[in-house]
Nanobody, 122 residues
Framework: QVQLVESGGGLVQPGGSLRLSCAAS????????VGWFRQAPGKEREGVSC???????TYYADSVNRFTISRDNAKNTVYLQMNSLKPEDTAVYYC????????????????WGQGTQVTVSS
């Protein structure tokens, strides 16, 4: 059974940093593209970042050039390092997997975690 578990969210002040983790069981993350998405109240889920399985290519939404996605294959985990956080980054963050190629569209991803809340506020 495939399971993705996000962690690392929390309350942080503007300008602060968080590192989100997406730990997988039931599949080898290195074989899949892993995307991070977020959903703020009243808004649609949007793509934040993605790392492909083929060559490790990474992709970011224009609004998050402060973020870095990475893999630790030994831990079967993908991370999202978020720096210089802004109030508009407040959302529930989800990780998801699909085939080897990245996509910005949530509908292309088959397996999802339960999400972790990130709140940026003073």
């Amino acid at each position: 059974q495939v399971q993705l578990v996000e962690s690392g969210g929390g309350l942080v002040q503007p300008g602060g940093s968080l590192r989100l983790s997406c730990a997988a069981s039931g599949l080898i993350l290195d074989y899949y593209a892993v995307g991070w998405f977020r959903q703020a109240p009243g808004k649609e889920r949007e793509g934040v970042s993605c790392i492909s399985s083929l060559d490790g290519s990474t992709y970011y939404a224009d609004s998050v050039n402060r973020f870095t996605i990475s893999r630790d294959n030994a831990k079967n985990t993908v991370y999202l390092q978020m720096n210089s956080l802004k109030p508009e980054d407040t959302a529930v963050y989800y990780c998801a997997t699909q085939g080897p190629h990245c996509s910005e569209y949530p509908g292309d991803f088959a397996s999802w975690g339960q999400g972790t809340q990130v709140t940026v506020s003073s």
